[in-house]
């Protein structure tokens, strides 16, 4: 890379981002978001620099809120600003695939995964200079890769690249030291050896500190140890505690998208520990978190035009999120369906209502986004029941109909 960045921001535009990233810091997610809303619409098509820095920051604030669908999104949409650049832009490129590999990485979409880490390390080994902070993430994203392929031995050494790299980082970030924790345990599990990933968990406790984002994923890393040792009494107090977390989505609603994830594995531990009343509330709590989930997509739909109808390059891997959502959370959305009935009035449930046909969900056959009321289709499919209060109907977004040479505008 060489000569001046040419995605650089402005100073006095990236003082104000530091405002958002600040407030986000101390857990102020919904007031961050909106600071960096304000910051993207002033800068989108007046100043690239600026542009490309309002959309990173977002994309890192929704990768830490949960919310993986539109952290990869944005993350696309700047990889391809910085594509168009040219090697000039490499920095932001190799940004922006980071962040898109540590959604795919939580999405578990091994194949897309692949191909990103791929390229983000392609991009990464021909820097003058090492970018410590995106290796860690490197690191991190391809370990979940190979768990993903059952390649256990490949996982831990990432594990020990990412600690290698950690040490020689002046100040490290507290959030990269606890990823390393995390990342540890998880393999530590894997490997056979959960007594020793209780330990290594325990450091959390022990002046590592935790995200704002991380105590409920450290709680359902907890049963899965305890379960792993047949400790059930430890495995119910950490999904007791987990299942209290959870139940504060109005109050953490920015952060739902993680609690339906994180929820997902809560369930799972507890079916396998063979507390299914505690399995049966983490669905409940899920299905809530869901809703709020929904709604956040379509706010944000309203003012981001990136998170509109996909692109070609995120409508593969996303397709396939949402199928593989679908089947393996049927527990889930079935009791989506029996709360969006016992709430007929809801706002969900007069977005998804299309107004022609009193009942109907749209979904588009291929890409399974949802044509909501006002006629904008919203990459929301794999949180839809397929039964309960909608009857499903197929048709094709306007991406598709364009990807297939058909209308433009889908018909149901």
Request: hydrophobic share 45%.
């Amino acid at each position: 890379m060489h000569g001046a960045d040419p995605l650089a921001p402005t100073p006095e535009f990236d003082a104000r981002i530091l405002r958002g990233r600040q407030l986000a810091d101390r857990g102020e997610f919904h007031a961050a978001e909106g600071v960096i809303r304000t910051l993207l619409t002033e800068a989108r098509g007046r100043h690239a620099g600026n542009h490309a820095r309002a959309l990173s920051t977002l994309t890192t604030l929704y990768g830490r809120a949960g919310r993986y669908l539109e952290a990869h999104t944005l993350g696309l949409h700047l990889a391809s600003l910085a594509r168009s650049v040219g090697p000039a832009a490499d920095r932001a490129l190799a940004f922006a695939l980071a962040r898109v590999c540590g959604a795919l990485s939580q999405l578990r979409i091994e194949d897309s995964l692949g191909e990103a880490l791929l390229e983000l390390r392609q991009v990464l080994d021909r820097q003058p200079t090492p970018l410590d902070n995106l290796e860690l993430e490197y690191h991190v994203a391809a370990g979940v890769h190979a768990t993903l392929l059952g390649e256990v031995t490949r996982a831990r050494a990432h594990v020990e690249a990412y600690r290698r790299i950690l040490a020689t980082v002046q100040a490290p970030d507290t959030v990269y030291r606890w990823a390393l924790t995390m990342a540890d345990a998880r393999v530590l599990l894997l490997e056979g050896r959960a007594e020793e990933a209780r330990v290594r968990l325990a450091e959390l406790g022990a002046g590592v500190p935790e995200p704002e984002f991380g105590r409920l994923q450290a709680l359902v890393l907890e049963v899965e140890i305890a379960t792993a040792l047949r400790d059930a009494t430890t495995a119910l107090r950490a999904g007791r505690e987990a299942l209290e977390r959870m139940a504060g989505v109005d109050r953490s609603s920015f952060l739902a998208a993680d609690y339906v994830h994180q929820g997902g594995l809560l369930a799972r531990a507890c079916e396998r520990l063979g507390a299914l009343d505690l399995a049966q509330q983490a669905y409940d709590r899920m299905a809530a978190a869901v809703l709020v989930s929904l709604e956040q997509v379509d706010e944000c739909a309203r003012w981001l035009p990136e998170l509109g109808p996909a692109v070609s390059d995120d409508a593969a891997p996303l397709s396939r999120a949402r199928k593989k959502f679908v089947r393996e959370q049927k527990t889930l959305l079935g009791r989506v369906a029996r709360l969006l009935e016992s709430q007929g009035e809801s706002r969900i449930r007069a977005l998804l209502v299309h107004p022609d046909k009193e009942g109907h969900v749209a979904i588009c056959a291929w890409c399974e986004s949802v044509r909501t009321a006002e006629d904008v289709w919203l990459p929301i499919g794999h949180f839809v029941p397929r039964s309960g209060p909608f009857e499903v109907t197929h048709g094709m977004c306007p991406p598709c109909a364009t990807g297939f040479g058909g209308v433009h505008r889908a018909r149901a």
